[in-house]
């Protein structure tokens, strides 16, 4: 299967701050998804992102399939983005290991 | 909006005992997948079942599970045996095709 790699592993922010979250693959992908976990474990589709870039709200994403990796940014984060982030090729369905988010106050 | 259900929330059970965990995906969709994390670590991939078969499966899908569509509407994981290392949260996902999944709240399964 498709080796996901994710970075940075983990990361402290301050309310407010902005930051890139980065998925690479082993192999190219024709489609991706990103993924949020909450502090209560629950899964959220953030988006499901084949090529090019999203946006929803103050989060998007951008994956370049050609260069096998994908992109979350996060911007003018909130306490309630924290939790961890996952990324996973739909055609592999196997999971990165995640980046751990926590934003401070 | 379309949600997967899942049932227990939460089970607990004696070492060698059978668990089935229960899902109901959403009805459109024709693909499922189970997958298990245990606390603290990543999300691994355990099946996916697509026209009442099996369609992939991890090397953690070992012979102690099994998974089946009883009805129109149930998709089931059953752990024959279970071990201590079976503690784990178990999510179940549907999807209309190989494509977006939708996940369930998933189901933790404790072993003694």
């Known amino acids: 299967g498709i080796q996901v790699e994710q970075s940075p592993p983990d990361l402290i922010l301050q309310e407010g701050a902005n930051s890139t979250l980065r998925c690479n693959f082993s192999?190219?992908?024709?489609?991706l998804q990103w993924f949020h976990q909450n502090p209560w474990g629950q899964l959220i589709n953030l988006f499901y992102?084949?090529?090019g870039t999203k946006q929803n709200g103050r989060l998007s994403a951008t994956t370049v399939a050609t260069e096998r990796y994908s992109l979350l940014y996060i911007s003018s984060s909130q306490t309630t983005d924290s939790g961890v982030y996952f990324c996973?090729?739909?055609?592999?369905?196997?999971f990165g290991a995640g980046t751990r988010l926590t934003v401070k106050p | 909006e379309p949600e997967v259900t899942q049932t227990p929330s939460h089970q607990v059970t004696q070492m060698g005992q059978e668990v089935i965990l229960r899902c109901v995906p959403i009805?459109?969709?024709?693909?499922f997948y189970w997958y298990r994390q245990i606390l603290g670590q990543k999300v691994e991939f355990l099946v996916s079942?697509?026209?009442?078969?099996?369609?992939?499966k991890s090397e953690i899908f070992d012979d102690q599970f099994s998974v089946e569509r009883p009805d129109g509407s149930n998709f089931t994981l059953k752990i024959r045996s279970t071990k201590l290392e079976d503690s784990a949260m178990y999510f179940c996902?549907?999807?209309?095709?190989?494509?977006?999944?939708?996940f369930g709240a998933g189901s933790r399964l404790t072993v003694l």
């Open positions: 996902a549907s999807s209309e095709g190989t494509q977006k999944l939708t």
């Open positions: 192999d190219s992908v024709n489609n």
């Open positions: 992102i084949p090529s």
């Open positions: 996973a090729p739909v055609r592999d369905m196997r």
């Open positions: 009805s459109n969709h024709l693909y």
């Open positions: 079942f697509y026209n009442n078969e099996i369609s992939e």
